[in-house]
């Protein structure tokens, strides 16, 4: 399989998982409808710590927390909820790498950002937006791992955000061994150009909030122009 292929499966769950996605529903549930569907479609594995999908759901939607010690809550979806799920579905050690957060709004998804009612849910997700934005507009095949990160993380903070992510990244390359990932972040000089594909995965908040918003999708060079697989 071609990573365009894996990336698809990862897409393709995130847009099965919405339409079941419903008040009363468990978040181990979540993850195994997740996990199954990426199997169905063609996923063999799971390539962080064989864990398929990362599900979180209120206020754990600030943890940030390695794949060694993640353990999915036995906790109810409730009728007006946040909930973001990362999932890392892989086939013969190619990999795919996607998250979303999901608004729940009376008891239904809200697939428009622009029209989730809670004000700082739709901020939260539309940050997100404009991120994703500027990684296109910033990033050349000249823009080293710390000159995105530093750029980014500056952004957020200016906006009134933080970065939650435990290891302060806002992302890592591609690779077949997990260990083997460099990351955006601060005194990594290599070029984003020198990996084939790297993930771009801001996990922000605002201050002293309760939730956390998180989008990723795996981007690279195509004749020199960043584009999102």
């Not at 909820?81 to 990362?86: E, F, G, K, L, V």
């Amino acid at each position: 399989m071609k990573y365009e292929e894996l990336q698809r499966i990862a897409k393709e769950t995130i847009s099965y998982i919405k339409t079941v996605i419903k008040p009363n529903i468990n978040l181990l549930d979540i993850r195994q409808l997740c996990e199954e569907k990426m199997l169905s479609l063609g996923a063999d594995s799971f390539w962080y710590y064989d864990i398929g999908a990362f599900v979180f759901a209120g206020d754990e939607t600030t943890v940030s927390i390695s794949g060694r010690e993640y353990a999915t809550s036995d906790r109810l979806i409730s009728f007006n909820d946040i909930i973001t799920i990362d999932l890392s579905p892989q086939n013969n050690k190619i990999w795919g790498d996607y998250a979303r957060t999901v608004i729940i709004e009376n008891g239904k998804v809200v697939e428009c950002v622009n029209k989730i009612q809670n004000n700082e849910w739709r901020n939260g997700l539309l940050m997100e937006e404009r991120l994703h934005q500027e990684l296109i507009d910033f990033v050349t095949p000249q823009t080293t791992f710390e000159e995105l990160y530093l750029h980014i993380n500056s952004l957020i903070v200016d906006d009134g955000f933080i970065n939650l992510d435990f290891m302060g990244n806002l992302g890592h390359s591609i690779v077949k061994n997990k260990d083997e990932r460099v990351y955006i972040e601060k005194d990594n000089h290599l070029l984003l150009s020198s990996v084939d594909y790297f993930t771009f995965q801001p996990h922000i908040s605002i201050p002293n909030s309760s939730y956390g918003y998180k989008k990723e999708n795996i981007y690279h060079f195509l004749d020199g122009k960043l584009v999102e697989l």
